[in-house]
Nanobody, 127 residues
Framework: QVQLVESGGDSVQAGGSLRLSCAAS????????MAWFRQVPGTEREAVAG????????YYADSVKGRFTISQDSAKNTLYLQMNSLKPEDTAMYYC????????????????????WGQGTQVTVSS
């Protein structure tokens, strides 16, 4: 059973930076795609960044491209999301998620495709 635990959420001012972490256990993550989603109350959960772990291919939503960077440390079995130039509209609960993935084409932007989820970490950006 894969378990995911996020950390690193905080309150920052616009223009600031945060790094979110997602520690994975129960798997070596090698056969997975992982993604960061975010959700504002009353809205759908949206994927903002993803990675095909085996090959390292990364994916970004247009809203965060050039500001956010997804990465992984295989030795620590940890996924990261470096968030720079934060905007108030980045305020949300951020979740990491994982799904079985054996090629880059298995990556999905859909919440429903992911089997494993963390509990979330809150990011608040003030203007």
């Amino acid at each position: 059973q894969v378990q995911l635990v996020e950390s690193g959420g905080d309150s920052v001012q616009a223009g600031g930076s945060l790094r979110l972490s997602c520690a994975a256990s129960g798997t070596n993550s090698n056969g997975y795609c992982m993604a960061w989603f975010r959700q504002v109350p009353g809205t759908e959960r949206e994927a903002v960044a993803g990675i095909y772990i085996r090959g390292g291919t990364t994916y970004y939503a247009d809203s965060v491209k050039g500001r956010f960077t997804i990465s992984q440390d295989s030795a620590k079995n940890t996924l990261y999301l470096q968030m720079n130039s934060l905007k108030p509209e980045d305020t949300a609960m951020y979740y990491c998620a994982a799904k079985g993935c054996w090629s880059p084409s298995w990556f999905s932007w859909l919440q429903s495709a992911y089997s494993y989820w963390g509990q979330g970490t809150q990011v608040t950006v003030s203007s």
